[in-house]
């Protein structure tokens, strides 16, 4: 079985320019997530999908990222204009149908250096 | 106000030693408690989880965890360590109820002596 895919794994870009990532979660995993990592931290959640729409996007900054999973199977995470402190590990996690645990699977990761 | 503490930064061992790594959690009623590890360059893959019942929990590479109630704590051990088990250890609990987002902890780095 594949896991979560996500590309590209690393990006370096200069503040005020735009970004993005990309995630295909496992097949069959409805729900999707994305995280933030800052180098020494935890990650943290970002947005949270089930399907196709979003169940929890309290904590992604509004102004400059944005999320979308259109087709409720791979999403995209967009930054526009990136910061500084945006620099960090960008990871997508998926989770299977059913009855929720909180177990996820994750990807890899996406590196993002903002200059 | 709820949260997850893993209070060692950094923990040093020797290869055969033994390990112990703290995670203690501030939750109304008992969470969902996972341990995810992540290698240098990698994303994080589960360890092990705890639901219900039996306290002690088994997982992969030879990983256990204990849960106390009464500390609210849900400690990952493993009786010798490797020089493979270098890295970055996380403790996520996961609320009951709600939207089943897991909250992570900070993460404690592994670092195997020779």
């Known amino acids: 079985e594949a896991g979560v895919a996500q590309s590209p794994r690393y990006k370096i870009i200069e503040k005020r320019q735009s970004v993005a990532f990309w995630c295909n979660p496992i097949?069959?995993?409805?729900?999707l997530y994305w995280y933030q990592q800052i180098l020494g931290q935890g990650p943290k959640l970002l947005i949270q999908?089930?399907?196709?729409?979003?169940?929890?996007d309290s904590q992604l900054p509004k102004d400059r990222f944005s999320a979308e999973r259109l087709k409720g199977v791979d999403s995209t995470l967009k930054i526009q204009p990136a910061k500084l402190e945006d620099s960090a590990v960008y990871l997508c996690?998926?989770?299977?149908?059913?009855?929720?645990?909180?177990?996820?699977?994750f990807g890899e990761g996406s590196r993002l250096t903002v200059l | 106000a709820q949260s997850v503490t893993q209070p060692d930064i950094h923990i040093t061992v020797s290869e055969g030693a033994s390990l112990e790594l703290r995670c203690n959690y501030s939750?109304?009623?008992?969470?969902?408690l996972f341990w995810y590890v992540q290698s240098p360059g990698q994303g994080l893959q589960l360890l092990l989880k705890?639901?219900?019942?039996?306290?002690l929990v088994q997982g992969i590479k030879g990983f256990e965890a204990e849960f106390k109630r009464s500390q609210s704590s849900f400690n990952l051990r493993k009786p010798s360590v490797h020089w493979s088990d270098a890295a970055e250890y996380f403790c996520?609990?996961?609320?009951?109820?709600?939207?089943?987002?897991?909250?992570f902890g900070r993460g404690t780095s592994l670092i195997v002596h020779p």
């Open positions: 996690a998926s989770s299977p149908s059913g009855t929720p645990t909180g177990e996820l699977f």
């Open positions: 097949s069959g995993h409805a729900t």
């Open positions: 999908f089930q399907n196709n729409g979003v169940v929890d």
């Open positions: 939750y109304g009623a008992t969470p969902y």
């Open positions: 705890y639901f219900s019942g039996d306290t």
């Open positions: 996520a609990v996961v609320p009951l109820g709600g939207s089943y987002i897991p909250t």
